[in-house]
Every structure is written in structure tokens, then in C-alpha cells.
């Protein structure tokens, strides 16, 4: 790692001052991708701001929404009381990520905000996009196991790894922000970024814009939610493909449902066709298959990503098989 | 006649570079004393910061903000015991209690940790008495070339605290973070489900 200079305001607005108005300085919560990042040289910074203490961890049901302050550790939110019993599909998320100790480190804000874990990215000796404009893309012909289907393009294919981001997609979630102009409200669906000819812009963060705390709205009693993880080995593992679920039937038939998917997309996917393709109609294999098949579309694979084709449909099979009650 | 072993040698050459930082005696304490109010914080490169290490205060002063919590503990607190695997927290034999919850002290700064009550594994036993998970896993030999080890205890203290030891599925879930080259892990999910017999 390369020296840096470190300091712990008290305060957020101070925070947001002190990284706003040096380009090369960042913010650290729980340090756990951002240690990482600078002992690789895959990122640099001259000043590092730490937010860890800053009293923005509190975790508040109300209105039929949980707030959760963008510093809560992914330990604590799993399984704070509301959580498992009101919204599994994040508990679920969150405990299929990383190991025990990461999520005790780990903050909730600190999580959307990790960078891919393409290994062309973190690894300095090669051509990335991402972490130098202009470089080329190493990926594109190079060993993309782990890359995206869709959303990529001809600068950049890194998948993002968070599976918080995922379930969070799926629940409609809002990001509530602190920066240089003051706060504002981002809608998930609008975070991300495509990586279009900018794929070195992750999100829609400003230089010294902080998350202040994820808002999530609680679903109606009686809504399926599942996270289902699919990766190399049984635990402690990036996924290969995610889905994530928040399903509403009456009956047979669907009236809502919402659909994430990680690891197939260079950000936390969704698909409004594949979700109109199970609208209102019975929930069936038939019509899951449907749902699944116009999800991947345009997919783009490469050798050594095709596979995730099928997988991401038989993973989206799995998930909402079991509510069919065998209808097929 | 002291016995001498790569340990040893370790640890006096550990406790010699501790010299500027041994436990402070009860007497005069740090003019910037934590509870003082203190000005905008500004930035530092180096830093002078206060751990308290298995129950003793440590004043670590000049002490680069690079410098993780791994390595200040074994390069100036001479406690060699969390043990540096990956260096990426990915190996989990780092692993240390901060404030009784368990960490990968190669992710975090040490001046992050700044004022934190720190276990390692040099501070589970009582005098010659072993804490009942390292007597377990010596009773079920469950370790061999011993690297991961220190971190498998720390990580079973805080596994069976936090109560997942309810079956062996549970046990091996979460004690992923703490790999074992030597693919000890059955022994270690017997010690762990023995520890936390003896524990509750």
C-alpha cells in the first residue's frame, strides 16, 4: 500500500468537505474491499476519510419501510429482528455473502459501493477500463468464467459482485445520499451504471457523495422472497449467477412479481420483459421457462461465459418452481 | 536453560521493537486524552494510537495510517499470534476479536481500530490454564502445520458466542472465513462442537 494521509471527522457534512474537495482522496468504512484495492494498486489515494464511526448505522422501521443507516454492518442487518421475518430476501442475501468476519467489518453502504472483482481490474498488469480510461479491455478476449452476458459492450464486460445489491433491486430499494450540494434520494434502479464507453464510473455517486442509509420498502404479508446463489464452491464464494425473488400471487396467478439477477449482468439486473412475461398469467414452469428465455434475449456470452445462459434460467426455475404447486 | 525455537526467537525480537510501546504503567497518561474535545480533525499521515491488547493499554505512537491492525500487532505490539495467510482476507488466519467480535485484521487500519478493546489468541488462556476451545483442539488434533490455527480459535470463541454451533452444517457455514490447507476441517468442526459444549 502506498501512503496515505488519514483522518476521522465527527461528522458526515465534514466527511463529505474533506473528500469533496481533493480528487485523489476516498472514504473507508469497513476497509474490507478498499484495503484490498490499495494493497493491489488497483486503486491510489492520497487521503483516506474514515465515515466507520460517523452515527449513521441505526437501523428504523416506520411507515411500512425500513431505513438502514448506510453504516450498519452486514452482520447486524441480517439479523436485526425485522429483517429475517419482513424482508428474508435481503437476510438471505446478505448471509450468503462473504464470511462471518467480513460481515461484521463490512457496512451496508460500503457494500454497493465495492468495485467488480474482475481479475483484470484488480490486477495492475493488465489492460482495464474500469481502472485506467482508455487502456483496453483485457477481459474481452481473455478468461470471462466470471464476466457478464448482458449489459456489457466492447469497454468493459466486470460483473458487479454484491449480492446486497441484487436483493436490494428486487425490493425497490433507494439510496439516500450526502455530497458537496447537499442530500438527495437515487432510486436503485437509477445507481448503477452501464459501463458504456465510462465503465471507470461505477454509480452515480459524486466525487465525495456519501451514502447516508438504504431505504427499503416492506413488501405485503403474504409475499414470497428468496435469494438463490449458485457459485463455485458451497460457501464464501462470488456468485456465478444469482436471483433474487419478490413474488405476490392470488392463486394461481401472478400479480407481481420482481426479478434480480447477479453475476450474469455488469450491474444488479433486472428485467421488466421477463417480468411482463409472468404478469398476470398462472405461475407454471411453461411460463417461467417463457420469462426466462426472453430475460437473456440479447444476452451476449463468450466461451467461457455461455454457460451462464442456462444456468441464470434453470436458477430462475429453481427459485420460483416452488411456488407453482407443480403446475407445469 | 530457556529453550530456543523459531517462536521464541520471534518473540524477543518482537518484544525489542515493542520497547517504545510496552504497556503503559498507571501514571502519567497521553496529554490528547480521547474524552478531550478535540479540533476539526485534520489529516495525518502517522499517528499515535491507543489498543487495548488482551487487557492491557498499549500507546502505539508514530504509527503510519498504512499500517494495517495485523501488522501493528505482530511488528509492534510483538504479538505474532493472528498470523498473515493472504494478506487479502481471504485466509481468515488474522483473525482477531475487536471489541468481542470477530475481524480479518488484514482489512482494517490499525488507527482505524483506534481506543478498541483487541483479543488475540496469546490473550484466551488464563496463565497455564488453555481456554476450553484450545483444549479442544488439541484433544481432537485439530490442526496440523498449526498456521490457520491461532485464527480458527479466535473465530470458534466468536462462532460459539454468537451461538452458530447447532449442528455440523452450521459449525462448517460459519467458520467459512477461516481457511485450512491442510484440510483439518473435520477435526476442527469436532473441537468446535466439543468448545462449545464445554463453553455453554
Redesign the interface.
Known amino acids: 500500500?502506498?501512503?496515505?494521509?488519514?483522518?476521522?471527522?465527527?461528522a458526515a457534512a465534514?466527511a463529505v468537505r474533506?473528500v469533496a474537495r481533493s480528487a485523489d482522496a476516498t472514504f473507508?468504512a469497513?476497509?474490507?474491499d478498499l484495503?484490498?484495492l490499495?494493497?493491489d494498486g488497483a486503486e491510489d489515494h492520497a487521503?483516506?476519510?474514515?465515515i466507520?464511526r460517523l452515527p449513521l448505522a441505526g437501523i428504523e422501521e416506520s411507515g411500512g419501510r425500513l431505513r438502514i443507516g448506510a453504516m450498519a454492518r452486514m452482520a447486524d442487518v441480517a439479523l436485526h429482528p425485522v429483517v429475517p421475518k419482513r424482508l428474508p430476501l435481503l437476510s438471505q442475501a446478505l448471509l450468503a455473502s462473504?464470511?462471518?468476519?467480513?460481515r461484521?467489518?463490512a457496512t451496508i453502504g460500503g457494500n454497493l459501493l465495492q468495485r467488480t472483482r474482475c481479475w483484470y481490474f484488480r490486477g495492475t498488469g493488465f489492460a482495464c477500463n474500469k481502472r485506467e480510461p482508455g487502456s483496453g479491455c483485457a477481459a474481452l478476449e481473455g478468461r470471462s468464467r466470471w464476466h457478464a452476458v448482458l449489459g456489457g459492450g466492447d469497454h468493459c464486460i466486470a460483473v458487479h459482485p454484491s449480492d446486497l445489491a441484487v436483493a436490494l433491486r428486487a425490493l425497490d430499494a433507494t439510496v439516500h445520499t450526502l455530497g458537496p450540494d447537499g442530500a438527495r434520494t437515487v432510486s436503485l434502479a437509477d445507481f448503477y451504471r452501464e459501463p458504456g464507453d465510462t465503465p471507470h464510473i461505477d454509480n452515480a455517486l459524486r466525487h465525495g457523495e456519501l451514502i447516508t442509509a438504504v431505504e427499503v420498502p416492506l413488501p405485503p404479508a403474504g409475499t414470497h422472497q428468496r435469494y438463490l446463489k449458485l457459485r463455485d464452491r458451497?460457501?464464501?464464494e462470488f456468485a456465478v449467477v444469482s436471483v433474487a425473488a419478490v413474488l405476490r400471487t392470488r392463486g394461481r396467478i401472478v400479480e407481481e412479481a420482481r426479478l434480480a439477477f447477479g453475476g450474469i449482468a455488469t450491474q444488479p439486473w433486472r428485467s421488466a420483459e421477463a417480468e411482463a412475461a409472468l404478469r398476470g398469467k398462472p405461475l407454471t414452469e411453461r411460463n417461467i421457462a417463457a420469462a426466462g428465455r426472453v430475460l437473456v434475449r440479447d444476452a451476449q456470452p463468450r466461451e467461457d461465459n455461455e454457460f451462464k445462459v442456462e444456468l441464470v434460467q434453470r436458477a430462475l426455475q429453481d427459485v420460483l418452481g416452488r411456488y407453482t404447486g407443480g403446475s407445469r | 536453560m530457556p529453550e530456543h525455537s523459531r517462536r521464541n526467537v520471534l518473540k524477543s525480537g518482537g518484544a525489542a521493537a515493542a520497547a517504545v510501546m510496552a504497556p503503559l504503567p498507571d501514571g502519567p497518561r497521553p496529554v490528547t486524552a480521547p474524552h478531550q474535545v478535540r479540533q476539526a480533525a485534520q489529516p495525518k499521515a502517522v499517528t499515535d494510537l491507543t489498543l487495548e491488547v488482551n487487557g492491557e493499554r498499549h500507546r502505539l505512537e508514530g504509527v503510519e495510517a498504512r499500517v494495517t491492525l495485523l501488522d501493528a500487532l505482530r511488528e509492534r505490539a510483538g504479538l505474532t499470534g493472528a498470523k498473515k495467510g493472504c494478506d487479502r482476507g481471504e485466509c481468515g488466519a488474522c483473525t482477531v476479536l475487536a471489541d468481542g467480535r470477530r475481524i480479518k485484521a488484514c482489512l482494517t487500519l490499525a488507527v482505524m481500530q483506534d481506543g478498541r478493546s483487541i483479543t488475540t489468541v496469546e490473550g484466551l488462556a488464563r496463565g497455564e490454564r488453555l481456554h476450553p476451545v484450545q483444549e479442544a483442539f488439541i484433544r481432537r488434533d485439530a490442526f496440523q502445520c498449526g498456521i490457520c490455527t491461532p485464527g480458527q480459535i479466535m473465530s470458534a470463541v466468536a462462532c460459539i458466542e454468537e451461538g452458530h454451533t447447532g449442528s455440523e452444517d452450521e459449525i462448517r457455514e460459519w467458520m467459512s472465513g477461516n481457511l485450512c490447507r491442510c484440510s483439518c476441517y473435520p477435526n476442527i468442526v469436532d473441537a468446535v462442537a466439543d468448545a462449545a459444549k464445554a463453553v455453554r
Do not use: H
Open positions: 500500500m502506498r501512503d496515505f494521509s488519514y483522518v476521522r471527522p465527527d465534514e474533506l473507508v469497513g476497509g474490507t484495503l484490498n490499495m494493497k487521503l483516506v476519510v474514515d466507520s462473504a464470511s462471518p468476519q467480513v461484521t467489518m458451497a460457501t464464501f
